[in-house]
């Protein structure tokens, strides 16, 4: 009988009954869980993405008569590549997305992206949910007028996704 999946919940380990039935004739109610080594689990982590935490922290701020997310990514956060950008932002949206200040999640995503692009060394991010959502090339170049790159003002001509 081998093991074949293990999830962590809530920092705890815990171990599915998932199990391969090669050559098992019984019921699969009958087999007992078997016991899994923390290597098991830490494999599965990294699996989900590279960092244990992305975000040190963030706070929603109010600036220039508007609000606005700032953030403070871990060492590890600030340093991810493309494939980890998902994991940055669900762990930005479970942690952060206050239902009165969160809005315009795509624009917010794309303000995200531009950081990591051209603003990752700044010690804080601030992404504004009152931005519009311009697509990410337009956000990168930003506009003269907010300060350049990640800050985007005017609105594409038709309605994004």
Not at 28 to 41: G, H, K, L, N, Y
């Amino acid at each position: 009988m081998k093991v074949t999946s293990a999830i962590k919940c809530s920092g705890v380990g815990v171990l599915m009954g998932a199990v391969s039935l090669t050559g098992y004739a019984g019921s699969v109610d009958s087999i007992p869980p078997q016991p899994v080594d923390a290597s098991t689990f830490s494999k599965y982590e990294k699996a989900a993405g590279s960092c244990q935490q992305y975000i040190e922290r963030a706070a929603w701020k109010y600036r220039d008569n508007q609000y606005s997310l700032e953030i403070t990514p871990t060492t590890c956060g600030r340093q991810i590549t493309d494939q980890d950008t998902a994991h940055f932002f669900d762990e930005l949206v479970r942690d952060y997305a206050d239902p009165v200040y969160w809005k315009n999640t795509h624009g917010l995503r794309h303000q995200l992206i531009c950081h990591f692009i051209i603003a990752r060394n700044k010690p804080t991010w601030n992404i504004e949910p009152w931005r519009p959502d311009v697509g990410l090339d337009k956000t990168i170049e930003g506009s003269a007028e907010f300060g350049g790159g990640c800050n985007p003002a005017d609105p594409l001509p038709y309605d994004t996704p």
